[in-house]
Structure formats: C-alpha cells, structure tokens
C-alpha cells in the first residue's frame, strides 16, 4: 500500500514536470508549444503551432495514463506513460540536432534550455514511479499467501501414513489436537463383563450353564 502510494506520487510529479515543459523554452528562446507534433517525423520548421497540436499533446495524453495508473496501481501502464514522454523528446532532439547541425548548451541562452531538462525528468521520474508501485496482486495469490500464514484456527491433523508435525515449524513432535479438553482413556481391563447384583454365578447349575470345563474335564482320582 505504501509503495502503491509512494510510486503514484513520484509518477505525478513526473506528468506535472512533462505538462509543463511545453510551456518553457526548448531550443534557442523558442517554447516548446511552438513545436508540432507533426514537425516531430517530418522535421523540424519554423511554423508556429497550436497549443493542441503541439508537443504538448503527447504529454497530456502521457499525463492521464498516469493518473489511469494511479488509480488502477498499475506499473505497466505508468510505465509505458514514462516511455511515451522520453521517447517523444528524445525524437525532438534527434530533429532539432538535425535542423541546426549539432545540438549545444550555452550560457548566453541560446542550444537546449531548461524545457527539455523538464521533459527528461519528468519522463525518468514516471519510471522511477512505475518501479516503487508493488502493483495489483491477483486473487489467488492472495488465497494463496493467506493459507501459508497461520490463522487462529486449529491446524489440520496430519495423515497417518506421516510423520506427525508440530505447526507452526513443522517439525516432527507431539501430533496435534484440536480439542481443548484431555483425550479421553482407554480401560485396560479386558476380562468378562461385570456381574449385576443378583445374577446367578456363572459356575451356578441354575444359570443353565454347564459348570463343568469342556476344556479340562475333570478326572477320577487314581485309587489309593
């Protein structure tokens, strides 16, 4: 979130610079709206343009696609914004360099002022933007990152075939259990089931039993 939010405005103040440098001197005094876009491919004239077929019109249209990118958090759209800025005033210079047989700076105003600095800033601060914003993240690699951090409900029992996993670590210890209360004990008595009061003996002639072992019958004492 806060990187979404800090790349936006970085980006914004790349579109703000690239808007102004229009109205800012380019080459030798002359505006940077003086400019056509068409100027731009077939080369460069003294012609005055208009405002909105000016360079202007490109870095408008830069401008709202980061604005669109702001608001979609999408790096690729911010960032193609940044490309469009750069790669039309990079084409300017080509033309001007053409025009006048060299591009030069000089401190008596004349060769590239301060527009065209504004231009290249604004476009390097439009992908600098595009590169701090994290961008929208799908639904499921949310799912995704939310089962593989631990929630307040109890972690599943694991199969039996395994080897038992204490969470959150995942190393092998006490296997898991989901019930609060103990686990309740076997009885380790494995004997006939207890006689209720009054129920014949089970060696009594009356239960119908026969008392005698089926097993071991008894013998007759050898005679003395």
Known sequence: MIRNLLGSLVALAGAASAVLSPFRPWYDGRLGRDYRVRDLFEGITLTESGVLVS????????????????????????????VV?????????????????SLAVSGDGSGLRVGVVNALAGGVLMLIGAALMRGRRSRGAGRERRRDQPSGEPFAVPPADQVDMWPPTR???????????????VDPYTGPAPRAPGDPHPGDPAAGEDPRDPVHPPHRPPPT
């Open 55 to 82: 360079i202007l019109l490109p870095f408008l249209a830069a401008a709202a696609l980061v604005v669109l990118g702001a608001m979609l958090r999408s790096r690729l759209v911010t960032a193609f914004a940044g």
């Open 85 to 101: 800025v750069l790669g039309f005033t990079v084409l300017w210079m080509v033309r001007q360099g053409q025009a006048a047989g």
């Open 171 to 185: 190393e092998p210890g006490m296997s898991v259990q989901t019930s609060p209360w103990p686990e309740p004990e």
